[in-house]
């Protein structure tokens, strides 16, 4: 027998196998032809492997997602992973904004009170974006890895010998129907002996499958450690940024008066025309927050005195007209009432200069 006559033969083998599958498959679902029931801890076993590809799939792309909140993202990173390449480094948002915050500040001026928090805020931002970075690495190694690891390599196993079985399965309710139909005694020898090989096969491969499933309980203690490394990881990043900001607000807070509160939102510099009511006399701030707050009451009792006091200036303003003193943050000038001047305004005096400064730009001095 040469190999073309080898190979023929094995073909016509297989599709008779493969016909005969069928045709069982098909008898049973008509309700035509008896079925081999798995027994119970089998089934349960089955469901169990079942039920974890499920949700390690869910989780494992769910995972990617708040990581990764980028589809396009994501997308890059699963094709140079397939391709055996590392993924060019890109910057994220966090470090994207802090960069931003820093060419504002430094534009506006690193000397100014805005520009030197920008400058602050973006260097904060810089580092979470790099603790951001060490999340995603992080997590991908301890915890997306093992997950990947276990669809992509014990649950394919698992599948394929789950599928070796059911055409096991076949194959033995195949030979069952043939022996119930055997008329001739030499048939039925023969059906008979099919049948006791088939029932073997099946058995060994049941034997197989029942091991491999039980090995789904060592799947989940190794996943419930990779899942203690990701909280492990995620606590480590939201420490770091805790502290980050942490470290920001008392950076913030030491600038020398450069904030007004009002009960409900920090503010930015308030207009000439803001009453000073709503943001001079507020007291509405915690006690960390560092923020100095001008009592409305002082600067009523100057409007109603007629000497003069030092203030600190807490925003730059540029004179409208002339009749105006331009102001720089933190510089400190004498003020006084001038009788008939508008209320929001007091007269401000800076060496020889003189003009009229708005009340809720500075911090009466004692």
């Not at 801890?41 to 869910?58: D, P, V």
């Not at 540029?318 to 009432?337: G, M, Q, R, W």
């Amino acid at each position: 027998m040469n190999i073309m006559d080898f190979n023929v033969k094995k073909l016509a083998a297989d599709a008779g196998t493969f016909l005969s599958r069928a045709v069982q498959f098909t008898e049973e679902k008509l309700g035509q032809a008896e079925k081999t029931e798995l027994d119970a801890h089998l089934e349960n076993l089955l469901s169990k492997a079942e039920c974890t590809k499920i949700w390690t799939e869910k989780i494992m792309k769910q995972t990617e997602v708040l990581l990764q909140p980028n589809p396009n993202a994501r997308i890059e990173e699963f094709v140079y992973e397939k391709l055996d390449r590392k993924a060019p480094s890109r910057i994220n948002n966090p470090e994207l904004l802090g960069q931003y915050m820093i060419d504002a500040g430094t534009e506006f001026g690193p000397g100014t009170a805005y520009g030197n928090a920008l400058i602050k805020c973006g260097e904060t931002q810089k580092r979470i974006g790099t603790a951001d970075r060490e999340l995603i690495q992080t997590s991908a190694l301890n915890f997306l890895t093992p997950l990947r690891n276990f669809i992509e390599g014990d649950y394919k196993t698992i599948a394929k010998e789950r599928k070796l079985l059911q055409n096991k399965r076949l194959d033995l309710d195949a030979a069952k129907t043939r022996l119930k139909k055997a008329k001739a005694a030499e048939t039925r020898a023969s059906s008979e002996q099919e049948l006791r090989i088939t029932q073997s096969e099946f058995d060994r491969q049941a034997e197989i499958t029942r091991l491999l499933l039980e090995g789904i309980s060592s799947t989940h203690a190794h996943h419930l450690r990779c899942l203690n490394d990701f909280v492990e990881a995620q606590m480590t990043y939201y420490a770091q940024c805790y502290q980050y900001m942490l470290d920001l607000q008392k950076q913030l807070g030491s600038f020398p008066s450069n904030y007004h509160c009002n009960n409900n939102q920090t503010s930015v510099a308030p207009t000439s025309s803001a009453a000073s009511s709503n943001v001079i006399g507020s007291s509405a701030l915690t006690p960390t927050s560092g923020l100095v707050i001008t009592s409305s009451s002082n600067l009523i009792d100057l409007k109603e005195c007629s000497g003069s006091r030092k203030a600190r200036v807490l925003y730059d303003y540029d004179a409208a007209n002339s009749s105006e003193l331009s102001l720089l943050a933190d510089e400190v000038i004498t003020v006084f009432s001038v009788i008939g001047m508008d209320s929001d305004w007091l007269m401000g005096e800076r060496g020889n200069q003189k003009g009229r400064v708005p009340i809720t730009y500075l911090e009466l001095l004692n």
